[in-house]
């Protein structure tokens, strides 16, 4: 059974920063992409960014150039370093892993963890 675990969310104040980390166990297939989507209250989850196992990136546009998504493929983890934080980005942020095998993709979430910008 696939497993994606996240870390690193909490209270930040505007303009601060933090880490994410999505560890994923489970399985030994390599990923296709990975990414970040979020879900504010009252909204819809929506894409953050995402990575491909070649490192192409995706951002979307609130969060370009002060969000940066990367992987460390031997320790199968996906980070999401998010810098100049603004209260807009409180959200609970989920990672995805996707990956194609034998005809059909395999698509797994999170749990999320919770992101709160807030003075």
């Known amino acids: 059974q696939v497993q994606l675990v996240e870390s690193g969310g909490g209270l930040v104040q505007p303009g601060g920063s933090l880490r994410l980390s999505c560890e994923v166990s489970g399985t030994t297939l390599n990923f296709n992409t990975m990414g970040w989507y979020r879900q504010a209250p009252e909204k819809q989850r929506e894409l953050v960014a995402t990575i491909t196992s070649g490192f192409s990136t995706t951002y979307a546009a609130s969060v370009k150039g002060r969000f940066t998504i990367s992987t460390d493929n031997t320790k199968n983890t996906a980070y999401l370093e998010m810098n100049s934080l603004k209260p807009e980005d409180t959200a609970v942020y989920y990672c995805?892993?996707?990956?194609?095998?034998?005809?059909?993709?395999?698509?797994?979430w999170g749990q999320g963890t919770q992101v709160t910008v807030s003075s």
């Open positions: 995805n892993w996707r990956s194609f095998y034998g005809s059909r993709w395999f698509d797994y």
